[in-house]
């Protein structure tokens, strides 16, 4: 079955992570580029298999699952380290960098078994928490624009908030356009 505004709205993401990348992180130092280059290119990649899968190419379903799950390990905790790099002023190091690729792996091959899915959400909602957390403690430290990531996080926990109390917005539209957002607001951190 075709999802048509479904599979515009991975577009969008798609397209978003793409043009922020080159947009915004262009000039960081190279272990943080690349941080942000996995969290971004994951997400582009889950969202470029849903277009696919939303347009009626229903065999990519596993796929789709699969990059999102990688998006929501590897790129995930890519995007803490590269979050707590940018706020701290801090070059992130090559062991750093292994180390963090090595947790968001471990994740990832921990969130492929069917029975532990159901930790999905758990491992985004600490993420949520763990990059305002790193936010905050940026405002606190007197870098402003902190404050994007503050706008960012909350614009997507407002989307699962959509999700969840089954408002009447189509919700896959509503988080994959917060998702877009947020990916934008993490541009303008920089």
């Known amino acids: 079955m075709v999802q048509l505004s479904n599979a515009i709205s991975d577009a969008v993401v798609s397209i978003i992570c793409i043009v922020v990348f080159f947009k915004f992180f262009a000039y960081q130092p190279f272990y943080n580029r690349l941080l942000w ?12 298999a849903g277009v696919f899968r939303y347009l009626g190419f229903q065999e990519l379903t596993p796929t789709h ?3 999102s ?17 940018l706020v701290m002023r801090q070059t992130i190091t090559r062991p750093a960098f292994i180390l963090t ?12 078994y069917p029975s532990f899915q159901v930790f999905d959400s758990v ?3 600490f993420t949520m928490l763990l990059v305002m957390l790193i936010a905050v403690f940026g405002l606190l430290r007197k870098y402003q624009k902190a404050i994007w990531i503050v706008i960012g996080v ?3 926990g407002i989307a ?6 089954h408002l009447p917005f189509n919700a896959t539209d509503t ?16």
């Open 154 to 156: 909350m614009i997507l």
């Open 101 to 112: 690729i090595g947790v968001g792996l471990s994740l990832f091959v921990f969130l492929l």
């Open 160 to 165: 699962t908030k959509v999700v969840q109390n």
């Open 69 to 85: 799950v990688l998006a929501g390990s590897v790129g995930l905790s890519a995007v803490v380290v590269a979050i707590w790099g």
């Open 123 to 125: 491992v985004q909602a």
């Open 65 to 67: 699952r699969s990059l």
């Open 175 to 190: 988080y994959h356009y917060a998702l877009a957002a947020m990916i934008w607001c993490f541009g303008k951190a920089t």
């Open 37 to 48: 280059g996995i969290f971004l290119v994951t997400i582009a990649l889950a969202a470029a």
